[in-house]
């Protein structure tokens, strides 16, 4: 079993949507969680910290389900610029420094 | 500011070759992560260095090795590459310790023949 584990789509949804990804992960110590961004041909970028309240920023909710063990990014009212390849990261435990381990990310594609 | 820096942007090898990448992290950050990335899957961490010394390494053979130096840009060397080595090279910087968010460079697209 992956350590992180994404549906790699591709979503493809028109603007305006709201769109959810999903995102599991097999241990059940990890401490830190994230969403990252990668447009095509592109670097990673961070979108946001995901906390165990869940958090919000803007068109974008992150949520945590520690039980679970499941993330999920949940976008409203999607835009054209929203296309790209979303990548779950999770930080363990046991590499306190900052290993971040990736899921292999989800594609999302907006179409007018 | 500057971001973190990445060279070459495009390199192509032949197999059995060695190749060297290079990195220079964001101001102000010391550490700084290398990571594999293949087509259609996520970054595979490789190592990790702090204080020019290597402090975490994936699973990765002992070919691919890296250095940090004083300044705390850091090189990858890959030695005796494969084929199975193409793909983009990314460094990440940040500070050390816990919950640093990484900030990535551009990444070096590295192609073995």
Redesign the interface.
Same mark, same amino acid.
């Given at each position: 079993r992956k350590e992180?584990e994404q549906d790699?789509g591709p979503f493809n949804v028109p603007e305006g949507a709201t769109v959810a990804f999903n995102c599991t992960y097999s241990n059940s110590a990890s401490?830190?969680f994230?969403w990252y961004r990668q447009d095509c041909r592109?670097?990673? $970028? *961070?979108l946001m910290?995901v906390y165990s309240s869940g958090n919000e920023d803007g068109r974008f909710t992150a949520q945590l389900n520690r039980a679970s063990q499941y993330i999920s990014l949940l976008i409203r009212d999607s835009k054209l610029s929203d296309s790209a390849t979303y990548?779950c990261v999770v930080?363990y435990p046991s590499?306190?420094?900052? $290993? *971040?381990?990736?899921?292999?990310?989800t594609i999302l594609t907006v179409h007018p | 500011d500057a971001g973190v820096t990445q060279s070459p942007t495009h390199l192509i090898k032949t197999r059995g070759q060695q190749v060297t990448l290079r990195c220079s992290p964001k101001s102000g950050h010391d550490t700084v992560s290398w990571y594999q990335q293949a087509l259609g899957q996520g970054p595979q961490f490789i190592f990790q260095y702090y204080e020019e010394e290597e402090r975490q390494r994936g699973n990765f053979p002992d070919r691919f090795s890296g250095h940090q130096f004083p300044n705390y840009s850091s090189e990858l060397n890959v030695n005796a590459l494969l084929l199975g080595d193409s793909a983009l090279y990314l460094c990440a910087s940040s500070w050390t310790g816990y919950d640093s968010p990484l900030h990535f460079g551009n990444g070096t697209r590295l192609t073995v023949t």
């Open positions: 992180v790699p401490q830190s994230f592109k670097e990673p $970028k *961070l910290s990548l930080n590499t306190s420094y900052g $290993k *971040l381990t990736f899921g292999q990310g | -």
